[in-house]
C-alpha cells in the first residue's frame, strides 16, 4: 500500500448534495483557493439523489410562504427543540439557492404564468415544489464543477479527521476502495457532508442493503466529527420513514398527494390529516399499522388513469426508479391495487428529522476548521434543499476562516495509530466477515433501540454494542472492497452506541415515535425542553449533555403550538370516488 | 488435534446482470463500473466484459442508465422482490 500525502486549502468529504454545493461557493468565494472534493463513490452519482430527486419538500417561496412562516412550522412540527437561528438562516436563504439551481438547470414544475407550481402538503403552510425532470440534477452540479474546477478524488473512503495541538481541524485520512492505498490530506478547514447514517436498523426483509437511505451513508459523518471531539445535537430523535413494504424506498405520499394519493388504512379509509413526515405523524402511522386497521397503504386506485399515467411517470423515473420495476414484479398496479407500506430501519438523519452533527447558522461545527452540511447536519427537517443551502454556507464560511490561517503541523502518532486501525483486517489471514458483523450488529440495533424504547433493553443493546466492538479486532478483509465494509462497520457500531446512549439519556417522550419511550411515555416540558448534546469527553468516553434551547426568533402562538399532536382523523374518511 | 478455522460461502443471485454481446467493455468502456454508488461491478479480466462481483445491491439504476448500449439489466434482489 503507497501513501499519498495530499495538501489543499479545504476538504469537502461527500460529493451528494451539499458537497458539490460547499465545493462551488468556497471557490466563488476566492477563485485562488485549491479545493478538493472527495466521495466514497463517485461525484457523478453518489449521495441520496443518486438518480435525482422528485420534487422540493422545504422551499421558501415569495407569494407562497414566508421564512417566519416557515421557522414556526418546522419549530412545531419538531416539538420545539429548535435552534430557530439555523431553521431560518435557511429559511431567508431557501429562495435564493431555488434561483441558483434554477440557473444551473434544474428543472422545477411552473405554471402557465411562469410562477413556481407550489403544492401544499404541510399542516400549515404550502412547502412543496414538484421537480417531474429532477433525475438530471446530479448531471447539473457535475457541470458546475467541472466548470469551478474542482479537484475530485473518487472512491477514497474518509475514515478520521486530523486535529492539531490546538484541537483545530488540519486534515482527513482515508483509503482507495480499490487499492487500499493511504491518503493523508493536510487541510486549513475540512467540511463534511456525508449524507445520513442510513445502516444503523436492519430493513425488516433482512436484506443488508435494502435500506432507506443509499446504504453508501453508513454514517461515516457522524463518527468522524464524533472522534474529533465534536458534540452532537439530539441524536434520539431517529429517524424513521413511512415506505413501501420490502422495496424500502419511500412510498412518496407528498408526490401523490396534490394529485389525490393518500394514506390509508386497510379499509381505505384516510386516518392522518397531513402526509408531511413528524414524529406525530409516524406515531399515528405506527398505530394503525399495529392495529386492526392494519397494514398501512398507499391509496391511488380511486384517481383517473391520467393522473396515474403522470403520477408514474414521476415516480418511476426519479429518485427511486426501480420502483415501477418491483410493482410489476409483485403485480401491484396502482389503478386496481393499493400499494402496502411499512416503516423503516431507525437512523440518525437531520434532513428527515432532528439527529445530526451540531451546526450554527454559518455550518460551523464544535471544533475549529470543522464544518458539516446535508443529512449529517442538525438542522431539523432540512431535506435537499436544505442541504444545498448550508453547503453553500459552509463553503463560504470555510473560506473566509481560511483566509488568515496557515497550515498547521500534522501528528504523525495520529496518522499512524490510523494507518494502524484501517488496515488491520487486511493484514489477519482469517477472521470474520464484515458482512456477517454487520449483520448481527444491525439485528440488534433492531432488537434493542428500535421504538417503542425500553430502559432495560437498551442497556442489554449497549452491552452488545460493546462485545462486538470487541469483534471488531477480528474482522478479516479479503481485498480493499471488503476493507471498506470493514471500515463501515466499526462506523454503525459507533452511531448504535451514539444511539442507545442518547436515547437513555433523554428520559421522556419526545417526537411522536422517533423517541418514544415506553417506560417514560409523556413529554416533561420541566426538564426536558432542551437540546440534548453528546460527545467524546477529555477521557474519550461518550457522555451527554443537556443545552438550552435558544431564546425564539420567532414566537409560537399557544394554538398553534399544539397543530402537529393533532394529525388522527377521529371520524375516518372514505375515498370519494 | 487441529482445528482449522475456515470459510463458508454464501450463495446469491446476481441481481444486476450484463449481456456480454451488447457490453463494450472490450474497448474500453467503464461507465457501469465507475457509476455503481456501492462499487458493486468490475470487468472481467478474461472475458474483458462487466459482471456484478459484490451482492450488496440497493437497485439505484446508474449501471443500467447510463450504460452507452443498453447492456445492464438491474433486477430486485430475490430477498425483496
Request: glycine share 8%; net charge negative; with cysteine.
Amino acid at each position: 500500500m503507497n501513501t499519498h500525502e495530499l495538501e489543499y486549502d479545504i476538504v469537502v468529504v461527500g460529493g451528494g448534495t451539499a458537497g458539490p454545493m460547499a465545493a462551488i461557493k468556497a471557490k466563488e468565494h476566492n477563485p485562488a483557493l485549491r479545493i478538493l472534493l472527495i466521495d466514497k463513490a463517485n461525484v457523478k452519482r453518489s449521495g441520496a439523489i443518486s438518480m435525482g430527486m422528485d420534487g422540493l419538500n422545504n422551499a421558501v417561496i415569495p407569494g407562497h410562504a414566508t421564512p417566519e412562516q416557515y421557522t414556526k412550522e418546522i419549530t412545531i412540527a419538531n416539538d420545539g427543540i429548535v435552534n430557530q437561528a439555523t431553521v431560518y438562516a435557511y429559511a431567508k436563504h431557501s429562495f435564493t439557492t431555488i434561483e441558483q439551481l434554477d440557473r444551473w438547470g434544474v428543472k422545477f414544475e411552473k405554471d402557465e404564468t411562469g410562477d413556481y407550481a407550489v403544492k401544499k402538503v404541510h399542516h400549515m403552510g404550502s412547502y412543496v415544489l414538484p421537480m417531474p425532470e429532477g433525475h438530471d440534477i446530479k448531471k447539473v452540479l457535475y457541470r458546475q464543477l467541472k466548470r469551478a474546477r474542482i479537484s475530485i478524488s473518487n472512491r477514497i473512503v474518509t475514515t478520521r479527521l486530523l486535529t492539531d495541538s490546538s484541537g483545530a481541524v488540519n486534515g482527513v485520512m482515508g483509503f482507495d476502495c480499490r487499492t487500499a492505498d493511504f491518503y493523508v490530506i493536510r487541510a486549513k478547514a475540512v467540511i463534511l457532508c456525508c449524507g445520513a447514517a442510513g445502516r444503523l436498523g436492519l430493513p425488516s426483509s433482512g436484506y443488508l442493503m435494502g435500506t432507506y437511505e443509499n446504504p453508501t451513508n453508513a454514517g461515516d459523518g457522524y463518527a468522524m466529527a464524533y472522534h474529533a471531539g465534536a458534540e452532537l445535537a439530539n441524536l434520539e430523535c431517529f429517524q424513521i420513514n413511512p415506505l413501501i413494504k420490502d422495496y424500502n424506498g419511500p412510498a412518496c405520499a407528498y408526490v401523490t398527494g396534490p394529485l389525490g394519493g393518500f394514506t390509508a388504512n386497510n379499509k381505505g379509509e384516510r386516518f392522518i390529516e397531513c402526509d408531511y413526515w413528524s414524529g406525530q405523524m409516524m406515531w399515528e402511522f405506527y398505530q394503525e399499522l399495529q392495529s386492526g386497521n392494519g397494514p398501512v397503504f398507499l391509496k391511488l386506485d380511486h384517481l383517473a388513469e391520467e393522473t396515474i399515467q403522470t403520477i408514474e411517470t414521476i415516480l418511476h423515473t426519479n429518485e427511486r426508479p426501480s420502483r415501477g420495476r418491483f410493482h410489476a414484479g409483485r403485480k401491484t398496479d396502482y389503478r386496481q391495487d393499493m400499494v402496502e407500506m411499512h416503516i423503516s430501519e431507525i437512523g440518525f438523519c437531520s434532513g428527515h428529522s432532528a439527529s445530526g452533527v451540531w451546526v450554527n447558522e454559518r455550518a460551523e461545527t464544535s471544533v475549529a476548521g470543522l464544518y458539516a452540511a446535508g443529512d449529517m447536519a442538525a438542522v431539523p427537517h432540512n431535506y435537499m434543499l436544505g442541504a444545498f443551502t448550508y453547503g453553500w454556507f459552509a463553503g463560504s464560511n470555510a473560506a473566509e476562516y481560511i483566509a488568515s490561517r496557515d497550515f498547521t503541523a500534522l501528528d504523525q502518532e495520529q496518522i499512524s495509530r490510523e494507518r494502524e486501525r484501517v488496515y488491520a483486517p487486511l493484514q489477519r489471514d482469517q477472521g470474520l466477515s464484515p458482512a456477517q458483523v454487520e449483520y448481527k450488529l444491525r439485528r440488534m440495533v433492531n432488537d434493542y433501540l428500535q421504538p417503542p424504547k425500553v430502559t432495560r433493553k437498551m442497556e442489554i443493546g449497549l452491552q452488545r454494542f460493546e462485545e462486538i466492538a470487541e469483534d471488531l479486532k477480528f474482522l478479516h478483509a479479503r481485498n480493499p472492497h471488503e476493507l471498506m465494509r470493514a471500515a463501515e462497520v466499526s462506523v454503525i457500531r459507533d452511531c448504535a452506541e451514539m444511539a442507545a446512549r442518547a436515547s437513555l439519556f433523554r428520559t421522556e417522550s419526545r417526537w411522536g415515535l422517533y423517541h418514544y419511550r415506553a417506560d417514560y411515555p409523556t413529554r416533561n416540558d420541566a426538564e426536558w425542553f432542551c437540546h440534548a448534546h453528546l460527545k467524546k469527553d477529555a477521557d474519550g468516553r461518550m457522555t451527554s449533555l443537556k443545552r438550552p434551547v435558544e431564546p425564539y426568533l420567532i414566537a409560537i402562538d399557544q394554538g398553534e403550538r399544539q397543530a402537529y399532536q393533532q394529525l388522527r382523523i377521529d371520524q375516518p374518511l372514505k375515498a370519494t370516488a | 488435534m487441529s482445528l482449522i478455522p475456515h470459510d463458508i460461502a454464501q450463495r446469491s443471485s446476481a441481481p444486476v446482470l450484463i449481456d456480454a454481446d451488447k457490453c463494450i467493455a472490450h474497448k474500453g468502456c467503464t461507465v457501469c463500473v465507475e457509476v455503481c454508488p456501492m462499487d458493486l461491478l468490475a470487468i472481467d479480466p478474461v472475458t474483458q466484459k462487466a459482471f456484478m462481483q459484490f451482492d450488496e445491491c440497493w437497485y439505484c439504476m446508474p449501471c443500467e442508465t447510463d450504460c452507452p448500449t443498453g447492456a445492464v439489466q438491474v433486477n430486485m434482489p430475490y430477498l425483496l422482490k
